[in-house]
């Protein structure tokens, strides 16, 4: 029986590898673009593409069939998705596994994705400066004063970078 089992989802697996249609294939190249730019991985693309277009919620075994990746990249994916509020998690009665949608709104997107990548920058880079400003201070040089300015000028934009994020983010509605 447990053969059985196996065996016909290897069959349902063959069936459906592969099975996109041009469109989909052409909106999920939209978002693999968009991944690539945002310097993430193209599991992230193909997976949110995957799932904006479908019109039902998917299960991760789900879009690792229908996508032809691992279940690793896929997992990984869906993670990172989850983490920028990309996507959300539905609930199929009767079954025990995560189904997922794409989250529409470009809103929450951008505030998730700024909240979860570009914001712990800010604030380690924070840190770096001050670290930096420790170093100057024990540098011994004859450019000193250049190096002062430059670190100057690096305070300077972290200072705007830390008081122009919680703006952008109240704007994107965070």
């Not at 690792?64 to 997992?75: A, D, E, M, V, Y």
């Not at 505030?111 to 170093?135: M, N, T």
Request: neutral net charge; glycine residues 8%; aromatic residues 6%.
């Amino acid at each position: 029986m447990f053969v059985q089992y196996i065996l016909n989802i290897m069959n349902e697996a063959s069936e459906q590898t592969g099975s996109l249609t041009e469109i989909e294939r052409e909106v999920i190249a939209i978002f693999l673009r968009m991944a690539d730019m945002l310097n993430l991985p193209r599991s992230v693309g193909e997976i949110y593409g995957v799932l904006f277009i479908s019109s039902t919620p998917l299960c991760l075994d789900d879009c690792h069939i229908r996508l032809n990746i691992s279940k690793g990249s896929t997992s990984q994916g869906l993670k990172i998705l989850r983490s920028f509020g990309a996507i959300r998690t539905v609930y199929i009665p009767g079954d025990r596994k995560d189904y997922y949608v794409a989250e529409t709104s470009l809103r929450k997107m951008a505030s998730g994705f700024a909240s979860e990548q570009i914001q712990p920058h800010v604030a380690s880079g924070k840190d770096r400066v001050a670290r930096i400003r420790e170093l100057m201070d024990a540098y011994e040089s004859d450019g000193k004063g250049e190096l002062a300015e430059k670190i100057d000028l690096l305070e300077n934009w972290q200072r705007k970078a830390g008081k122009t994020l919680p703006l952008i983010l109240k704007l994107i509605g965070s």
